[in-house]
């Protein structure tokens, strides 16, 4: 699984995740606490960053590479789903 330490923003992808409500802030928080899965097969971003903002709200944001190793870019986020939730709780025990 990649190492993510930061994430680079675009216009595109503040814009994706205002439409679900979600901050920039919030996604900066989840890198405190999260796990990286991989994505279903035939989506854009092979990996999905699941974790919580320091407000409780779980939150799954897939991610692409960058050109740096460790800074990633979300292409949107959106609260988690029940599945999501469950798998951050398993994997984080």
Not at 48 to 57: F, M, N, S, T
Not at 74 to 85: D, F, I, N
Request: hydrophobic share 40%; charged share 25%.
């Amino acid at each position: 699984m990649p190492i993510i330490r930061a994430f680079l923003f675009d216009d595109v992808t503040l814009e994706k995740i205002a439409y679900h409500h979600i901050h920039q802030e919030q996604l900066e928080q989840v890198l405190d606490d999260f796990v990286v899965v991989s994505n279903r097969r035939g989506r854009r971003a092979e990996y999905l960053v699941i974790g919580r903002d320091w407000g409780g709200a779980c939150l799954a944001i897939p991610v692409e590479p960058t050109y740096e190793t460790d800074l990633w870019r979300p292409l949107t986020a959106w609260y988690y789903k029940g599945s999501e939730g469950a798998l951050l709780d398993r994997l984080t025990r």
